[in-house]
């Protein structure tokens, strides 16, 4: 969903929390633009194009930015002639579902099953590190706050969703999304997820998430000033500088950590906290313990959630 906030009945803050709300949106501001909502929304193109992995991949490399090399789902002759590993993904949305790995060339085969219009085909970036994120609120292209943080855990650990993360500040990945941002003329939430290919140091974008993101908890932790400062460049106010707590982490404990224990994904030692104070907890923390506890219980018994509880736990 996405929201609106507001202190009365005649003025609102518009906040992009998913996408297809938000498509919704340009359409309402297209039609009735008098609304008095106040909102930081890049071009609906830009929107759009950050949605699409294939016309984002094709922007990316039209503007010079890096990112891994693709491959026409049609012709694969090159990669036959010279093989490297491929991730084959979904070309609208769908996060790691449908992803289709090819580790070895008798693995081509593979590619020959799947739907040509509904995927786009990368290399597999060789990296011995986690994913960097690069978190932003920005306006006409420029970036207003931001903070940066690595993955440490998922759950699955294979492109599984993000459990254990701390917050970080690296230029260099500030500056390439900067340039994206730049070239898009980005304005509002923008999470650019990056990879370090380890053949040559070189960072990699992976893609552009065009909304808020799950672990918003940290930047708000780690002192970024994101929503503070989306709402004062709203309000015709100075945006004020962040923090830059570089050691502040975020964990998602339950239910997912729980379920590596016990499958034996991560040892008891590794469970266990010692940044405590350093610490924010997802559906916990800046929660009542009532608050805390409603959720869980919803978001575990509903019929949706036990589904993907039961297919995450099983191998």
Known sequence: MSALTGDSDSEYVWVTVSEGPTLYFYELMD???????????PDRAMFELARSKEKFQVFCEANGLPVPVSFSADNLAELRQEFRPVIAKKRIGAGSVGM????????????????????????QIVSARKIHGIFCVAKDGEIISWHGHERLRTFPENDGVTVFSRS?????????????????????????????DDRNGEWKIIELNPRLWGSLMLSEFCGSNLLPNYVRVLSDEKAEPGEELTERYI??????????????????????????????YINFTYSSALRAVLFQVYFIFNSRSIARFFKKLLP
């Open 31 to 41: 039609r009735e633009p008098q609304q008095p909502i106040r909102y930081l929304l």
């Open 100 to 123: 289709k790995y090819v580790e070895k060339p008798e693995q081509l085969a593979l590619l020959d099953d799947i739907d040509k219009d509904d995927y786009l085909i990368q290399e």
């Open 168 to 196: 970080q500040y690296d230029p260099r990945c500030k500056d390439i999304a900067g340039r994206l941002l730049r070239y898009m003329n980005w304005s509002g939430f923008a999470m650019v997820e990056l990879l370090q």
């Open 251 to 280: 964990r998602w404990v339950f239910p997912f950590e729980v379920i590596s224990l016990l499958k034996g994904n991560i040892s008891f030692g590794d469970f266990l906290n010692r940044r405590r104070l350093k610490t924010c």
